[in-house]
């Protein structure tokens, strides 16, 4: 059978807060930088992305983050609703890797109503 | 609806017995990958075609073979699983590097 799963870092929020979830990303020559959202039993899907040239990039509810300084991403949530509720993960492409995505460990996201 | 599909969605194999995973894309995206996730862990990537070129992992096991016929498949062949291999697979493409992934839904493997 499968290995026993790793604990993820989870989040909970309230129906209506804003949620900021966060990613270290390992490689400073990393170029582009991507959210998804993960529901159960599915696979991935997009959210937004970023390219290492920008450092914010804003989307219909959400915002992405970037500081290369200290190597950090975030995504964050406004007015977050119960279909919120997943694992959000970030991901990094290294330059001159051909699209490669390195996935980061992932956070559960739960919004109570 | 352009999409990634991949079937089954779910599969059951036994120890040993050869199993193979397919996805297929209607986007006419250039790369396909193929990843491997288990519960509460990250997707891992094991391959990916860019074209008719073939990319592999360096750590990904000998176990684990892909195929691609053309532009719109993509085969998964495990040879010989194991119960280490359990997981679900996932597939996805991209239009070229440096953009973004779609992926299809997943199959689910289990192995007894």
């Known amino acids: 059978g499968e290995s026993v799963g790793l604990h993820l870092p989870t989040l909970s929020v309230q129906e209506g807060d804003n949620s900021i979830i966060n990613c270290a990303y390992s490689?400073?020559?990393?170029?582009?930088f991507i959210w998804y959202k993960q529901e159960s039993g599915k696979g991935p899907q997009f959210i937004i992305d970023?390219?290492?040239?920008?450092d914010k990039r804003q989307g219909q509810r959400v915002t992405v983050l970037l500081n290369k300084t200290v190597k950090h991403l975030s995504l964050q949530i406004a007015a977050t609703q119960p279909g919120d509720s997943a694992v959000y993960f970030c991901?990094?492409?290294?330059?001159?890797?051909?699209?490669?995505?390195?996935f980061g460990k992932g956070t559960k996201l739960s919004v109570k109503p | 609806d352009a999409m990634v599909i991949q079937n089954p969605r779910y599969q059951v194999t036994q120890f040993g017995k050869p199993v193979t995973l397919s996805c297929s894309q209607t986007l006419n995206h250039n790369v396909m990958y193929w990843y491997q996730q288990k519960s509460s862990q990250a997707p891992k990537l094991l391959f990916h075609y860019y074209d008719k070129d073939f990319n592999n992992e360096a750590d990904t096991p000998d176990n684990f073979q892909s195929r691609r016929p053309n532009t719109s498949f993509c085969f998964l062949d495990i040879r010989s699983p194991g119960l280490g291999d359990a997981a679900m697979y996932l597939c996805?493409?991209?239009?070229?590097?440096?953009?973004?992934?779609?992926f299809g839904p997943g199959t689910r493997l289990t192995v007894l």
């Open positions: 970023i390219r290492s040239n920008m």
């Open positions: 996805a493409t991209s239009r070229g590097g440096g953009y973004e992934q779609f």
């Open positions: 490689n400073s020559a990393s170029d582009y």
């Open positions: 991901a990094e492409k290294r330059v001159g890797s051909q699209g490669n995505l390195i």
